[in-house]
């Protein structure tokens, strides 16, 4: 450890829960450099929803590079990046109701496809303003940490984050307390205070901010406000997207057509820098070059995206394999409330990005600290960190997810036996 302790910043956080060295993984397994192996609960923090190292996608990308195949193409013409558009247009975009939106290659990673759909919204709309909400997160670079509500990133920025106005995600103040309504009145009001905005920008799954769920009429409602106040709808879909929620698109569910939607992450299938925008084609206003970025020409990255596509979205199966496997996630994590506490733990999330929040972030922490003892690498979410949150890769077996569960479970045995017997004391 000494070479990563002695010349690594000490900026890195994922090492300090899980303090071994790597050299292999597969599948859901992760293999460190003495032999032992985790049950993987990360996924790359939802950037390997087809599992480390999927062989479907390694083998196309492979032949790719064996045939040598264009690595960097900036934003040129390619046969692998002109594949995927035509395989994500066809299969997912079309399907869905999408035809008419075109899709916008970003610097590769998240915060970047989101300053994209920030800089475009306030272009078209030839506003500064945005409605960011409660617990979201967009990214730390300044224009999407703007957006981002955690405290301790936005601590990291050093300069004045403006032109956001903060509103109350669904549930916020509670089930009876209808926010949308809090935000339309505010936006009819012209005293206020709250300047016109150009877009809003959302998650319906707040991932890192504590798995809280926007209902499907809270996201109707909010569509409707949007057209009503003449403002853009940005869903951030980068941690929630890929099929984290069950469909493709998180917001699928609610039958809803965002203006704007972010990729990243599991977009490339295989772990690789990739960011996509995808918005009306009557939106694209740029002019060439206005937002660009080096490495927006990941061809490695195309290939294996494409080959996702191809091998789990060309039909239901793989959604509905999801699907099942989130009940059976629910289910073994509601089992783990019933029995350690179902007065003081809580359920959260969707699908197959669901948790449980315990009382304090001390709790959540040990818990994590017992599952890496035992081998299974999970971490916290929430906005004090006191969210269990499983975010297995999709691919996952289920004897795989069961057995992690196990572990999990083992966790909470071990950490809360432990505060029992000290309060008993």
């Given at each position: 450890?000494?070479?990563?302790?002695?010349?690594?910043?000490?900026?890195?956080?994922?090492?300090?829960?899980?303090?071994?060295?790597?050299?292999?993984?597969?599948?859901?397994?992760?293999?460190?450099?003495?032999?032992?192996?985790?049950?993987?609960?990360?996924?790359?923090?939802?950037?390997?929803?087809?599992?480390?190292?999927?062989?479907?996608?390694?083998?196309?990308?492979?032949?790719?590079?064996?045939?040598?195949?264009?690595?960097q193409g900036l934003d040129m013409y390619s046969s692998a990046k002109e594949y995927f558009?035509?395989?994500?247009?066809?299969?997912?975009?079309?399907?869905?109701?999408?035809?008419?939106?075109?899709?916008?290659?970003?610097?590769?990673?998240?915060?970047?496809?989101?300053?994209?759909?920030?800089k475009l919204a306030r272009k078209v709309k030839g506003r500064k303003n945005i409605i960011?909400?409660?617990?979201?997160?967009?990214?730390?670079?300044?224009?999407?940490?703007?957006?981002?509500?955690?405290?301790?990133?936005?601590?990291?920025?050093?300069?004045?984050?403006?032109?956001?106005?903060?509103?109350?995600?669904?549930?916020?103040?509670?089930?009876?307390?209808?926010?949308?309504?809090?935000?339309?009145?505010?936006?009819?009001?012209?005293?206020?205070?709250?300047?016109?905005?150009?877009?809003?920008?959302?998650?319906?799954?707040?991932?890192?901010?504590?798995?809280?769920?926007?209902?499907?009429?809270?996201?109707?409602?909010?569509?409707?406000?949007?057209?009503?106040?003449?403002?853009?709808?940005?869903?951030?879909?980068?941690?929630?997207?890929?099929?984290?929620?069950?469909?493709?698109?998180?917001?699928?569910?609610?039958?809803?057509?965002?203006?704007?939607?972010?990729?990243?992450?599991?977009?490339?299938?295989?772990?690789?820098?990739?960011?996509?925008?995808?918005?009306?084609?009557?939106?694209?206003?740029?002019?060439?070059?206005?937002?660009?970025?080096?490495?927006?020409?990941?061809?490695?990255?195309?290939?294996?995206?494409?080959?996702?596509?191809?091998?789990?979205?060309?039909?239901?199966?793989?959604?509905?394999?999801?699907?099942?496997?989130?009940?059976?996630?629910?289910?073994?994590?509601?089992?783990?409330?019933?029995?350690?506490?179902?007065?003081?733990?809580?359920?959260?999330?969707?699908?197959?990005?669901?948790?449980?929040?315990?009382?304090?972030?001390?709790?959540?922490?040990?818990?994590?600290?017992?599952?890496?003892?035992?081998?299974?690498?999970?971490?916290?979410?929430?906005?004090?960190?006191?969210?269990?949150?499983?975010?297995?890769?999709?691919?996952?077996?289920?004897?795989?997810?069961?057995?992690?569960?196990?572990?999990?479970?083992?966790?909470?045995?071990?950490?809360?036996?432990?505060?029992?017997?000290?309060?008993?004391?």
């Amino acid at each position: 450890m000494n070479t990563f302790e002695q010349h690594e910043s000490g900026v890195r956080s994922y090492c300090r829960s899980f303090p071994a060295v790597f050299k292999q993984a597969k599948g859901a397994t992760l293999t460190a450099e003495n032999g032992t192996e985790y049950l993987d609960f990360l996924a790359g923090a939802g950037s390997l929803n087809y599992g480390h190292n999927n062989p479907v996608l390694k083998q196309a990308l492979l032949e790719y590079i064996e045939a040598d195949g264009l690595t960097q193409g900036l934003d040129m013409y390619s046969s692998a990046k002109e594949y995927f558009i035509d395989r994500f247009h066809k299969t997912i975009l079309k399907p869905r109701g999408f035809n008419d939106y075109v899709i916008q290659f970003t610097g590769p990673t998240g915060s970047n496809t989101v300053e994209a759909a920030l800089k475009l919204a306030r272009k078209v709309k030839g506003r500064k303003n945005i409605i960011a909400f409660t617990n979201g997160f967009h990214g730390c670079t300044a224009g999407a940490l703007s957006c981002t509500a955690n405290q301790h990133h936005r601590g990291g920025a050093g300069v004045s984050l403006n032109d956001v106005s903060r509103m109350p995600f669904d549930g916020y103040f509670g089930e009876k307390t209808n926010t949308i309504a809090m935000v339309d009145k505010l936006l009819s009001d012209p005293s206020s205070g709250i300047d016109k905005p150009a877009a809003v920008i959302l998650e319906t799954i707040q991932g890192e901010g504590g798995l809280n769920v926007a209902s499907a009429q809270w996201l109707k409602d909010l569509r409707e406000l949007c057209n009503r106040h003449d403002m853009l709808m940005i869903v951030d879909d980068i941690q929630a997207g890929c099929g984290r929620s069950g469909d493709f698109f998180s917001f699928e569910e609610a039958g809803i057509k965002p203006d704007i939607i972010t990729l990243s992450k599991s977009i490339s299938g295989y772990g690789l820098p990739m960011a996509l925008t995808v918005f009306h084609k009557d939106l694209d206003v740029w002019t060439p070059g206005e937002h660009n970025g080096t490495f927006r020409g990941n061809n490695h990255a195309f290939v294996t995206a494409a080959s996702a596509i191809d091998a789990y979205w060309t039909d239901n199966l793989f959604s509905n394999d999801i699907k099942a496997k989130g009940k059976l996630l629910r289910k073994r994590l509601s089992r783990i409330i019933d029995r350690f506490g179902p007065e003081s733990l809580k359920l959260k999330g969707r699908c197959m990005m669901s948790g449980i929040e315990c009382p304090s972030e001390q709790i959540a922490a040990d818990i994590v600290k017992a599952s890496y003892e035992k081998g299974l690498i999970i971490e916290t979410c929430g906005n004090r960190d006191q969210i269990v949150k499983c975010f297995t890769p999709l691919t996952i077996s289920n004897e795989e997810l069961e057995r992690g569960l196990s572990l999990l479970e083992q966790a909470f045995t071990d950490v809360i036996g432990r505060l029992e017997a000290a309060a008993a004391s």
